[in-house]
């Protein structure tokens, strides 16, 4: 039987999500306070779980925005979302929103009172109308929004980051929070395996909970892969070789989506584990067969960083995810 902790879909109730106490109960103050939370990290240390928690327990509206870019989609999502749950007239915002969804957003929000709407992977809207109806909504209504995101895209310009874009002033000033979400260190993922073994009584020695723990680097959602594969009952050789086959499925469909060089960046530190900028420019152009030029070098490694994709630590640069090792393999 699966082990509810080691369940690979994102929680929606802090019984069985482990360890992140502290941060849903600061995200949900921060709410409360009348501030907007972006929770930004890499993928797969539990974003998406602390939002729809936080969502869930203050009866708010959770949207997965993972395939949202424009507003008529948001409109269209949000009041899916709503219809059944709030007691508003929502008729003619219906008609409207394929043909004004700007004003339909605008009214829906208006509408809804103090509601909290969770947009999770907001970075993929990309219409910068966006952030005008997020500023109308701050300024005449009770809605307060809590985000989740990557340093790119819309998160920049809801943080103030965003240069020489029309809209990006607007929003300057507003209770924008950031909360990183980290992985876990090399103890908190022995923690969270050993937790899960006693919960749900599964057969790990200590010897395979540290190996794994050093394998996934404290990344959640492949510890959490491994477990879950434990609890149905596969030794620890077979559940990492499971978890190789996921995630080489999931990190070359990400990988697919970079730039030519933020590609190559990547591959190379899959090979190099760590370098400096001007040694991984050197490997960096070997694998490419051409030479970069050092600002479109630098804006690749930047965007990597701000994609939480790869880290800098004491001049050098290391990937966060350790399974993109796969690109190696691959």
């Excluded at 924008?176 to 790990?204: D, H, Q, T, W």
């Amino acid at each position: 039987m699966a082990c509810d902790v080691f369940d690979p879909y994102p929680k929606n109730s802090r019984e069985s999500f482990y360890d992140r106490e502290d941060t849903l109960n600061e995200v949900k103050k921060l709410i409360q306070g009348k501030f907007w939370p972006l929770i930004i990290g890499p993928k797969r240390v539990g974003k998406t779980s602390i939002v729809k928690i936080v969502v869930n327990e203050l009866n708010g509206v959770y949207i997965d925005a993972s395939g949202i870019t424009s507003l008529k989609q948001l409109a269209s999502s949000l009041y899916n979302e709503i219809k059944f749950r709030f007691q508003i007239d929502l008729k003619v915002l219906k008609v409207d929103i394929d043909k004004k969804p700007t004003f339909s957003l605008q009214n829906i929000l208006t509408k809804l009172g103090d509601v909290v709407i969770g947009i999770d992977e907001v970075q993929n809207i990309t219409t910068p109308w966006f952030i005008s109806v997020l500023s109308t909504a701050y300024n005449t209504s009770d809605v307060k929004f809590i985000f989740t995101g990557s340093m790119i895209g819309l998160s920049k310009v809801l943080v103030g980051e965003s240069k020489g874009k029309k809209f990006s002033n607007q929003f300057k000033g507003r209770p924008i929070v950031e909360k990183e979400i980290s992985p876990f260190s090399y103890e908190e993922s022995v923690s969270f395996l050993a937790y899960g073994k006693e919960r749900c009584s599964i057969n790990m020695t200590e010897e395979e909970i540290k190996d794994s723990a050093e394998t996934y680097q404290g990344i959640v959602g492949w510890l959490t892969y491994y477990g879950n594969l434990r609890s149905l009952g596969y030794d620890h050789k077979k559940a990492k070789e499971e978890v190789d086959n996921i995630a080489s499925r999931i990190i070359l469909d990400e990988y697919a989506r970079l730039g030519e060089i933020e590609k190559v960046i990547v591959k190379a530190l899959g090979l190099l584990k760590s370098s400096n900028w001007n040694n991984l420019k050197k490997v960096c152009e070997g694998l490419l067969g051409k030479k970069i030029s050092d600002w479109n070098f630098d804006h690749s490694l930047k965007q990597l960083i701000k994609a939480r994709i790869i880290y800098k630590k004491d001049g050098k640069y290391f990937l966060i995810d350790p399974m993109y090792k796969v690109l190696i393999r691959d």
